[in-house]
């Protein structure tokens, strides 16, 4: 059963930091690039950091430098992490992960609110 659920939101301050996981549960997962999407109010989806089988990453501008994504891979589960650190306000978000060329469908994603 191929299922997403995302965990570690909340309410921070501006400059403060979150870790975000994600545990990917199906094979489909476990070789499939993955990658961080966020979802703002009023806004598109956007993705800000993907993660391959082989652990190479790659960012957004918008996030490059602050965040980081990694991964743990085993049989038929994958769990993605975002470590995110100097939290701004533009970050609020929903965030979703998932596989990134061929996405399944969405998981309830984990709020984020960055807010003084």
């Known amino acids: 059963q191929v299922q997403l659920v995302e965990s570690g939101g909340g309410l921070v301050q501006p400059g403060g930091s979150l870790r975000l996981s994600c545990v990917a549960s199906?094979?489909?997962?476990?070789?499939?690039?993955m990658g961080w999407y966020r979802q703002a109010p009023g806004k598109e989806r956007e993705l800000v950091a993907t993660?391959?089988?082989?652990?190479?990453?790659?960012?957004a501008d918008s996030v490059k430098g602050r965040f980081t994504i990694s991964r743990d891979n085993a049989w038929n589960t994958v769990t993605v992490y975002l470590q995110m650190n100097s939290l701004k306000s533009d970050d609020t978000a929903v965030y979703y992960c998932?596989?990134?060329?061929?996405?399944?469908?969405w998981g309830q994603g984990t709020q984020v609110t960055v807010s003084a």
């Open positions: 998932n596989a990134v060329v061929h996405p399944t469908a």
């Open positions: 993660i391959t089988s082989g652990a190479n990453t790659n960012y």
């Open positions: 199906g094979f489909i997962f476990s070789m499939n690039t």
